[in-house]
């Protein structure tokens, strides 16, 4: 019923800049809180921005001052803007979404399938 496709990852040297977007689809009728998590070879996914329907964000510790992830809500979609990347942030970055297809139905989460961001040194 709700599809997340994200686009926009690559490779880039260190200290590059890249900027992922993810689109949401489907019978959408609202979406609360849209983010970024990522996964590295060998580690658990992480949190790396948070945005909700009002605005507010939050940041892992590590991306904070070099990423910065906003929305459209028109356009469904949710942005991260990546900075002075550093090898480090080489992972898989998924996209992820509160959505609901009702008025009154409650709010599912969703994921995508992910995108490739890795960092050369």
């Known amino acids: 019923q709700v599809q997340l496709v994200e686009s926009g990852g690559g490779l880039v040297q260190a200290g590059g800049s890249l900027r992922p977007s993810c689109a949401a689809s489907g019978n959408i009728f609202s979406i609360n809180a849209m983010g970024w998590y990522r996964q590295a070879p060998g580690k658990q996914r992480e949190l790396v921005a948070r945005?909700?329907?009002?605005?507010?964000?939050n940041y892992a510790d590590s991306v904070k001052g070099r990423f910065t992830i906003s929305r459209d809500n028109a356009k469904l979609t949710v942005y991260l803007q990546m900075n002075s990347l550093k090898p480090e942030d080489t992972a898989v970055y998924y996209c992820?979404?509160?959505?609901?297809?009702?008025?009154?139905?409650?709010?599912?989460?969703?994921w995508g399938q992910g995108t490739q961001v890795t960092v050369s040194s």
């Open positions: 992820n979404a509160d959505a609901r297809v009702y008025a009154s139905g409650r709010y599912y989460n969703y």
């Open positions: 945005i909700t329907g009002g605005g507010s964000t």
